[in-house]
């Protein structure tokens, strides 16, 4: 499969509540499924399919069923990927921030997928949790099968990009042996979307600036170029590793500015309001509860 469209991919659903698949285009939704009976209604799944992305330029030419933006609710551009698998420690200001050296190699760890929400859904604070924290970060869309990819081929296997917040609990950070998988994986805690801006709609994803503000205060603002492994560099290595899967998802690290290294610490409280933005893919808005 040739990965070379421009597109905004979303996930939603109308008063129905059935999940729906579609294109972003003069801000419209075009529906998918109005006009191919097999498309599937997950985009993980539509993605398997080697015809997909010319099965979507062909709904996009050709569409039925259109909605407004006010007509849907977005959901995930992602749900029930293989894996979610994030990168510690990638940014040099944040290595800086916590006075620790930059790793020679991608730190990985992973979420579940099942903590997955949307770009505009609550997350909901634990009550085993009082030290909940934010990190926003790029997120890598895996669009075919990648196993043992070189760096230089890495990008013919990107579908495209989406804002993820890798919410933490920075208290369970230090339990269950240090392992950080409890800590990343409660529910809500991995707020994604709005959309899958396609690889050739960001002609640069190491150019692109983060910002993160939780009730409109600028807590993280930061530059993707900051990066100390490279997306390239990390599909080589995780791929080496294990089998990518479509709809896999890379969480490529957050820049400096999270509530657990302030002076004094922040965590995120009810009724906040964190709101996160990516250069070139847009904007979300989660609310605490």
């Known amino acids: 499969m040739t990965l070379k469209f421009k597109m ?10 059935k999940y729906r698949i579609g294109v972003l285009k003069d801000d419209r939704i075009i529906d998918f499924k109005s006009k191919f009976n097999f ?39 992602i749900m029930k990927p293989d894996k979610v698998i994030c990168i510690g420690l990638n940014y ?9 050296g930059c790793p020679e190699e991608p730190v990985a760890f992973s979420k579940f997928p099942s903590c ?24 890598v869309v895996i669009g075919r099968k990648a196993q043992n990819v070189q760096a230089k081929d890495a990008y013919d296997y990107v579908l495209g990009y989406t804002i ?7 208290d369970w950070q ?9 800590s ?13 801006v396609t690889k050739d709609e960001i002609p640069d994803p190491h150019n692109l600036t983060l910002r993160c503000f939780v009730n409109g205060e600028l807590k993280q603002e930061g530059n993707t170029g900051d990066m100390i492994h490279k997306i390239d560099k990390l599909i080589e290595h995780l791929s080496s590793v294990t089998i990518l899967y479509p709809g896999d998802l890379i969480l490529t690290g957050t820049p400096s500015g999270v ?12 009724g906040d309001i964190l709101e996160s933005e990516i250069e070139g893919i847009g904007r979300m808005v989660n609310h605490v509860v």
């Open 116 to 139: 997955i929400t949307g770009p505009y859904s609550e997350i909901k604070l634990p009550t085993i949790s009082n030290q909940v924290d934010w990190e926003i970060e790029l997120a």
């Open 8 to 17: 905004k991919l979303v996930q939603y659903m109308l008063s129905d509540h």
């Open 184 to 196: 990343k994986s409660m529910e809500t805690f991995c707020p994604l979307g709005p959309y899958i």
């Open 39 to 77: 498309v599937p209604f997950l985009m993980v799944e539509f993605f398997a399919s080697s015809s997909a992305l010319n099965v979507a330029q062909e709904i996009i030419d050709h569409p039925n069923s259109t909605y407004s933006m006010e007509e849907v609710t977005l959901l995930p551009p």
């Open 92 to 100: 040099k200001n944040f290595c800086d921030e916590i006075h620790t």
């Open 259 to 270: 509530g657990y290294y302030r002076d004094p610490p922040e965590y995120l409280r009810k």
């Open 174 to 182: 230090a339990r269950n042996g240090g392992q950080y998988l409890l």
């Open 164 to 170: 993820a917040q890798d919410i933490s609990a920075r």
